[in-house]
Protein backbone atom coordinates (compact mmCIF):
# COMPACT_ATOMS: atom_id res chain seq x y z
CA UNK A 1 0.00 0.00 0.00
CA UNK A 2 1.19 3.24 -1.04
CA UNK A 3 0.94 6.37 1.53
CA UNK A 4 2.18 9.98 0.60
CA UNK A 5 2.37 13.13 2.60
CA UNK A 6 2.46 17.24 2.09
CA UNK A 7 2.78 19.54 3.81
CA UNK A 8 3.58 21.85 0.73
CA UNK A 9 -0.09 23.44 -0.40
CA UNK A 10 -1.55 26.94 -0.44
CA UNK A 11 -4.97 26.32 0.09
CA UNK A 12 -6.43 26.27 3.29
CA UNK A 13 -5.53 23.05 4.28
CA UNK A 14 -1.98 22.34 6.39
CA UNK A 15 -1.33 19.05 4.90
CA UNK A 16 -2.62 15.81 1.81
CA UNK A 17 -2.50 12.65 2.42
CA UNK A 18 -3.09 9.78 -0.41
CA UNK A 19 -3.87 6.49 0.51
CA UNK A 20 -4.13 3.80 -2.44
CA UNK A 21 -6.19 0.77 -1.88
CA UNK A 22 -7.19 -1.60 -4.36
CA UNK A 23 -10.55 0.36 -4.78
CA UNK A 24 -9.07 3.53 -5.71
CA UNK A 25 -6.65 6.49 -4.03
CA UNK A 26 -8.28 8.63 -1.07
CA UNK A 27 -7.31 11.97 -0.68
CA UNK A 28 -8.00 13.19 3.07
CA UNK A 29 -7.09 17.13 3.67
CA UNK A 30 -6.20 17.90 7.12
CA UNK A 31 -6.81 21.31 8.57
CA UNK A 32 -4.81 21.71 11.00
CA UNK A 33 -0.83 19.92 11.29
CA UNK A 34 -2.36 18.35 14.68
CA UNK A 35 -5.71 17.76 13.34
CA UNK A 36 -6.28 13.86 14.35
CA UNK A 37 -8.83 13.02 11.14
CA UNK A 38 -8.96 14.53 8.60
CA UNK A 39 -11.96 17.12 7.32
CA UNK A 40 -12.42 16.00 3.85
CA UNK A 41 -11.69 12.88 1.85
CA UNK A 42 -12.19 11.87 -1.70
CA UNK A 43 -11.58 8.98 -3.76
CA UNK A 44 -9.65 8.78 -6.93
CA UNK A 45 -9.39 5.91 -9.78
CA UNK A 46 -5.77 5.65 -8.90
CA UNK A 47 -2.56 7.51 -7.64
CA UNK A 48 -1.52 9.54 -10.73
CA UNK A 49 -5.26 11.01 -11.24
CA UNK A 50 -5.36 11.71 -7.43
CA UNK A 51 -1.65 13.31 -7.48
CA UNK A 52 -3.34 15.67 -10.83
CA UNK A 53 -6.46 15.97 -8.42
CA UNK A 54 -3.96 17.60 -5.10
CA UNK A 55 -2.06 19.63 -7.53
CA UNK A 56 -4.76 21.07 -9.68
CA UNK A 57 -7.08 21.78 -6.46
CA UNK A 58 -4.72 22.16 -3.43
CA UNK A 59 -2.12 23.30 -5.17
CA UNK A 60 0.53 20.59 -3.89
CA UNK A 61 3.33 20.52 -6.18
CA UNK A 62 3.99 16.37 -7.70
CA UNK A 63 7.59 16.97 -6.09
CA UNK A 64 6.57 17.68 -2.23
CA UNK A 65 5.35 14.16 -1.33
CA UNK A 66 6.99 11.99 0.76
CA UNK A 67 6.51 8.76 2.31
CA UNK A 68 3.78 8.68 4.91
CA UNK A 69 4.49 6.48 7.64
CA UNK A 70 1.86 7.39 9.89
CA UNK A 71 -1.94 4.62 10.51
CA UNK A 72 -3.66 3.36 7.89
CA UNK A 73 -6.60 5.62 7.38
CA UNK A 74 -8.84 3.39 5.45
CA UNK A 75 -10.16 0.22 7.18
CA UNK A 76 -11.24 -2.18 5.15
CA UNK A 77 -13.64 -5.36 6.62
CA UNK A 78 -12.92 -9.07 5.48
CA UNK A 79 -15.77 -10.47 4.69
Not at 32 to 59: G, R, V
Amino acid sequence: MTQLISYTTSSNYSHLVVEAQPEGTYIFLYKFKDSLFPEKDYLADDLKTAMEICEEDYQVPTNSWTKYDGPQLMKHRSD
